[in-house]
C-alpha cells in the first residue's frame, strides 16, 4: 500500500496556496509602502532590494504584450499545473508539494497583474560586473516548485530502477 502525500490531498494544498499567497501579497503591499522604486538598496553582499515593475512574465520576457494575454496564459499554465497535480500518483509528495507551489506563485503574479497592471518584483542578486533578473517571493515559488517536481521524477526513476533490479 502507497502512502498518500500530504499535498497530494485538496484541504492541505489549498492551505499552502493562500498561506503562500497571503505572504506573497503582505510582501508587495510592504515593497509598494517602504521601498523607493529603481533604488538598490543593499541587504547582503550580492544581494540587495530594488523594486521595479514587470509588464512581461519571467525575466521581462513577453512585456510588449498585451497584459490580458498574459494573464490569459497564466491562467492555462494554473489549469494545467491543477490537472497535473489531479493525474500524478498521491505518493509523489515533492510532486504534490512543487505543483502547489507553483500554483501559489502563479496566482501571486496573476494577482499583482489585476491589482497594479504589473508584477511587483524586487529581490536583485548581483556583482559589481553582473547582475540577475530581478525578481520577487511569488517567482520564487515557482522556480522552488519546478525544483521539486523535477526532484520527484528523478527519485521516482531512481525507485522504478531499485525495483527493476530485483
Same mark, same amino acid.
Given at each position: 500500500?502507497t502512502?498518500?502525500?500530504?499535498?497530494?490531498?485538496v #484541504?492541505?494544498a489549498?492551505?499552502l496556496i493562500?498561506?503562500l499567497?497571503v505572504v506573497?501579497?503582505i510582501?508587495?503591499?510592504l515593497?509598494e509602502l517602504?521601498l523607493?522604486?529603481?533604488?538598490m538598496?543593499?541587504?547582503?553582499?550580492? &544581494?540587495? &532590494?530594488?523594486?521595479?515593475?514587470?509588464l512581461?512574465?519571467?525575466f521581462?520576457?513577453?512585456?510588449?504584450?498585451?497584459g490580458? $494575454?498574459?494573464?490569459t496564459?497564466?491562467?492555462?499554465?494554473?489549469v494545467f499545473?491543477i490537472?497535473?497535480w489531479?493525474?500524478?500518483p498521491?505518493?509523489?509528495n515533492f510532486a504534490?508539494?512543487?505543483?502547489?507551489?507553483? *500554483?501559489? #506563485?502563479a496566482?501571486g503574479n496573476?494577482?499583482d497583474?489585476?491589482l497594479y497592471g504589473?508584477?511587483?518584483d524586487? *529581490? &536583485?542578486?548581483?556583482t559589481q560586473?553582473w547582475s540577475?533578473?530581478v525578481f520577487n517571493l511569488?517567482d520564487s $515559488?515557482?522556480?522552488i516548485?519546478?525544483?521539486?517536481?523535477i &526532484?520527484d521524477?528523478?527519485?521516482?526513476m531512481?525507485?522504478?530502477?531499485?525495483?527493476q533490479?530485483?
Amino acid at each position: 500500500m502507497t502512502k498518500t502525500g500530504m499535498f497530494s490531498r485538496v #484541504g492541505p494544498a489549498l492551505a499552502l496556496i493562500v498561506v503562500l499567497l497571503v505572504v506573497d501579497q503582505i510582501v508587495k503591499t510592504l515593497v509598494e509602502l517602504y521601498l523607493p522604486l529603481q533604488e538598490m538598496v543593499p541587504v547582503i553582499p550580492m &544581494l540587495a &532590494l530594488y523594486r521595479t515593475y514587470n509588464l512581461g512574465v519571467a525575466f521581462s520576457m513577453l512585456s510588449h504584450m498585451d497584459g490580458w $494575454f498574459i494573464v490569459t496564459m497564466r491562467l492555462v499554465i494554473v489549469v494545467f499545473v491543477i490537472w497535473m497535480w489531479k493525474k500524478t500518483p498521491k505518493d509523489r509528495n515533492f510532486a504534490h508539494l512543487g505543483f502547489a507551489l507553483i *500554483i501559489a #506563485g502563479a496566482l501571486g503574479n496573476i494577482f499583482d497583474r489585476f491589482l497594479y497592471g504589473h508584477v511587483i518584483d524586487y *529581490i &536583485l542578486f548581483h556583482t559589481q560586473t553582473w547582475s540577475f533578473a530581478v525578481f520577487n517571493l511569488a517567482d520564487s $515559488f515557482i522556480s522552488i516548485g519546478a525544483a521539486c517536481v523535477i &526532484l520527484d521524477e528523478l527519485l521516482q526513476m531512481k525507485t522504478s530502477k531499485d525495483t527493476q533490479k530485483d
